[in-house]
């Protein structure tokens, strides 16, 4: 089966710039998408095909992959940043892959 | 507005069965391809199962395959998740998702989400 990899916790400084990785064996050849989710509420999709933002979210939010690692970067963090943020990707085995999720703290 | 609607949650006990519905509204729901997605409490999310926007082509989790069966009705703009032997380990929210992608085969990125529908797994 296909996993990906995320540090369990990243903290960032208001105002500061926020790296969230995921890692996966060539997750550069596949797409990734980056899903936020605030306690208590659903998903929100923040980032899809690698670098791509949907409607509605903030420019602060950007994306990239290339060789094994994707990355989900937040530029001018603020507080309402704070949440879970969860990669995934899609697999020909595994079908669609999560990985288990990342906790932004906003000290 | 684009909107998903999940219902059908519940308590059920192992070995037993449930259906999940979810309802679309807002959009062209049979041009796009739906999923369902779980998290059980405290935990990550966990892929279920895939739809395209036909309902020729399913996909599956290697946890829920045979025991889960994914249907939609194009004409009701409903997505369906017939859950059977079901564990305790299924205890979970529900999520459907729409992809964001039109027509697209795999399941791309999961653009639009529902509220989420409680599935409680006990004895």
Known sequence: ?????????????????????????????????????????????????????????????????????????????????????YCQTWDTTSHVVFGAGTRLTVL | ???????????????????????????????????????????GLEYISSVNHNGLSTYYATSVKGRFTVSRDNSKKTLYLQMGSLRTEDTAVYYCARDQNKFGEYPDAFHIWGQGTMVTVSP
């Not at chain 1, 369990?8 to 050849?29: E, F, H, K, N, W």
């Not at chain 1, 899903?35 to 670098?51: D, E, T």
């Not at chain 2, 070995?15 to 779980?38: D, E, I, K, Q």
């Open chain 2, 1 to 43: 507005e684009v909107q998903l609607v999940e219902s059908g949650g519940g308590l059920v006990q192992p070995g037993g069965s449930l259906r999940l519905s979810c309802a679309g509204s807002g959009f062209t729901f049979s041009s796009y391809p739906l999923h369902w997605v779980r998290q059980a409490p405290g935990k």
């Open chain 1, 1 to 85: 089966s296909y996993d990906l990899t995320q540090p369990p916790s990243v903290s960032v400084s208001p105002g500061q710039t926020a790296s969230i990785t995921c890692s996966g064996y060539r997750l550069g050849d596949k797409f990734a998408s980056w899903y936020q989710q605030r306690p208590g509420q659903s998903p929100l999709l923040v980032i899809y095909q690698n670098n791509m933002r949907p409607s509605g979210i903030p420019e602060r939010f950007s994306g990239s992959n290339s060789g094994n690692t994707a990355t989900l970067t937040i530029s001018g963090t603020q507080a309402l940043d704070e949440a879970d943020y």
